[in-house]
């Protein structure tokens, strides 16, 4: 089957850099996304990554590695807005979306 | 660009009534959108998915009798909750993307409550 494994909670201070992980196990392998959720709210789209490699953002950047079916987010200078969930999300070959467990990150003052 | 809506964005009903949830890409025209439903602290969860013109294609386990999909156009989805039961109380998000198998942006979800 398919599957996207990340760690359930991540824990972080204000001002830190947090990495969270995410492995994959799909048939047919087309990207990686990244969404944040806030509670009670929808999904927004902060990155994709359809090649190796790291990508960008402000603040927020993502990694992707084709070949260890993993990829990460990295968040820096941590702020209290960025607790919240993060889920990874793939592609799949009907272009459907599948989306990982989910992390919900704790900023702490 | 890239907005999408959804109304309602909370509805409560009886039991054994059925509840229409829409979802609209506002600036751009999406051939493919998808439903998701949420419980709280979980992922997202595909139900299905809804193709302009045709058919929708659903999830293994999602009713298809109980959740009616229709996509009526290039910008509007709607799915149906029939005869809504207190399970079927949820987080229902639609997604859209411009092109197949590209970034999917969200609508703010519909927070079902059936009583």
């Known amino acids: 089957g398919q599957s996207l494994e990340q760690p359930s909670e991540v824990t972080a201070v204000e001002g830190a850099i947090v990495q969270i992980n995410c492995t994959y196990q799909t048939s047919g392998f087309y990207g990686l996304s990244w969404y944040q959720q806030h509670d009670g709210g929808a999904p927004t789209f902060l990155s994709y990554n359809a090649l190796d490699g790291l990508e960008e953002t402000g603040r927020f950047s993502s990694f992707l590695s084709r070949s260890d079916s993993y990829g990460y987010l990295l968040l820096q200078e941590l702020q209290m807005k960025d607790s919240a969930s993060y889920f990874c999300a793939c592609p799949s070959g009907t272009y459907k979306y599948i989306f990982g467990t989910g992390t919900r990150l704790k900023v702490l003052a | 660009g890239a907005v999408v809506s959804q109304h309602p964005s909370w509805v409560i009903c009886k039991s054994g009534t059925s509840v229409k949830i829409e979802c609209r890409s506002l600036?751009?025209?999406?051939?493919?959108m998808f439903w998701y439903r949420q419980f709280p602290k979980q992922s997202l969860m595909l139900m299905a998915t809804s193709n302009e013109g045709s058919k929708a294609t659903y999830e293994q386990g999602v009713e298809k009798d109980k959740f009616l999909i229709n996509h009526a156009s290039l910008t509007l989805s709607t799915l149906t909750v029939t005869s809504a039961h207190p399970e079927d109380s949820s987080f229902y998000i639609c997604s859209a993307s411009r092109v197949r198998g590209e970034t999917q942006y969200f609508g703010p979800g519909t927070r079902l409550l059936v009583l």
């Open positions: 600036d751009f025209q999406a051939t493919t």
